[in-house]
């Protein structure tokens, strides 16, 4: 298919579902003006047996961390020193999707949510972990289908409300190295969600996937179909998570620290999990 | 007091910590290497009970928010186009210190931690609010005072392992007013923490403060006390926050979204609280 026809399909799709939640929308609207979430969020159950142990899900990042362009993703020029001002602070130049980031609606489509107008309830989130490391160790470009998330449901149960579900491929081990980002012949290579797994997804109450790689997608994507599906139906995504082999693939809550600069496409965030 | 008397006092007494707790700091060395926390954090009895209700601590920022020096402290530059590239994205330039955001040691001292050193288990605390919107409504430069602390302990008990205590000085309803900011004749003027409650917290487990104003001193300060002997001590503060005045002064959790640029002296943060 081509881009175009993938564009005006999920710029329908977002306007469809736009049409059929208006009615919560508007009802949850003033709360939402306030900074106040519209309810009880979908971690309760598992905040409220949490054993305390917080595993960060985030990875330090600087102008060497891997970018899907290759260009730097951020640049810090000192604006005030210690030794001459008395305090020091930097300027900071950071292109949106870099490091351990958010992805919005408004990323891949003209008009839909940005990351300060996400819905807060889902910033607190039940984690789902889908571990597709077996599979990844044999095909750098692996996938999560809908079986593995099928395979999830049977052994866990339904995907809670507000669910962030993420992909564990095995990645974080490889940061440093050449190989989070590339093959041996330089090409992206790198694991992500199949349409497959994010179709299903939609029929859930999930409101975000989440990978410990470069894109939602897989390195060898021709068509970003799960970027131009999943995001202009109003969820998001979040590119590269740290930790993940440290969690069960139930029972973590996961607070995920979305900047809100306005109008923003997504942005460097701090995820962490609580066990 | 000089600036650089205060500085060398600082750096002294950051000194003396350092070496006070360089064993505990050793030992856990390992876990915090790995983004592990080092224990069960302070936060546990509280999610333990949490209603789950989510409050958004966080203000959106851009251009027009109000910062320190009266310069904008985010710039968002289009680098990719929807209608043209298929995909959206911002080149930001921020000035670290702007909207919602995080003070680290670093900010005031000239080796002390950075935004991506913070100890991760202090990012989801138990939130203790000292509430002085009585006296803040009579002077716009009013602090958060030891004996404010004091009554906040014998009203709710002592304050809990890696809390972070919060001004409520009703600042937030003046967001996007001039007198969030200033006073009629455009002097600095707003609520902040007096170096007595700040000493005094030193004594307890609080790991960081917090203000719904733009600074942890007050507008009126000449000297910044609490900046040049709270963040050099090792522990952190949240200038900026928003809806404190929704919460209770007990019983919250917090999750501090702080960023993880290396070497950053403090950022633009996602603050949420669970109640």
Redesign the interface.
């Known amino acids: 298919m081509c881009?175009a026809c993938i564009?005006e399909g999920a710029k329908h799709h977002m306007l469809s579902r736009r049409s059929l939640f208006s009615g919560a929308a508007m009802a949850g609207a003033a709360s939402v003006a306030?900074?106040?979430?519209a309810g009880?969020?979908g971690?309760?159950p598992a905040?409220?047996?949490?054993?305390?142990?917080?595993?960060?899900?985030?990875?330090?990042?600087?102008s060497t961390f891997p970018t899907f362009d290759g260009k730097p993703g951020?640049l810090?020029e000192p604006?005030k020193i210690?030794?001459k001002d008395?305090?020091?602070?930097?300027?900071?130049?950071?292109?949106?999707?870099t490091?351990?980031h958010i992805d919005t609606p408004?990323?891949?489509?003209?008009d839909g949510t940005s990351v300060?107008e996400l819905e807060?309830?889902n910033?607190?989130a039940p984690l789902c972990i889908i571990d597709i490391t077996a599979k990844a160790r044999d095909d750098a470009n692996a996938t999560v289908e809908a079986e593995d998330i099928e395979a999830w449901i049977a052994a866990h149960g339904e995907i809670p409300e507000g669910a962030c579900v993420a992909m564990n491929s095995g990645w974080t081990a490889k940061i440093g190295q050449p190989d989070w980002r590339n093959d041996a012949a330089g090409n992206l290579a790198f694991p992500g969600f199949g349409k497959s797994a994010t179709d299903l997804l939609q029929q859930t109450k999930a409101a975000s996937i989440g990978v410990d790689t470069m894109s939602l997608d897989p390195g060898n994507s021709a068509d970003?179909a799960v970027?131009y599906s999943w995001l202009p139906s109003g969820r998001f995504g979040i590119e590269g998570l740290?930790?993940l082999e440290?969690l069960p693939p139930k029972g973590a809550t996961v607070?995920?620290?979305?900047?809100?600069?306005?109008?923003?496409?997504?942005?460097?965030?701090?995820v962490?999990a609580?066990l």
Chains 1, 2 share one sequence.
Do not use: C
Request: glycine share 12%; aromatic share 10%.
């Open positions: 881009n564009i306030a900074g106040l979430s009880i969020i971690a309760k905040l409220a047996e949490a054993s305390g142990r917080v595993v960060d899900l985030t990875h330090t990042y600087d951020i810090m604006d210690f030794d008395g305090y020091q602070l930097y300027k900071l130049t950071i292109f949106e999707h490091g351990t408004l990323h891949f489509s003209a300060d807060v309830g910033l607190i970003f970027h740290a930790n440290s607070f995920i620290g979305a900047p809100k600069h306005r109008g923003g496409t997504g942005g460097p965030a701090r962490i609580v």
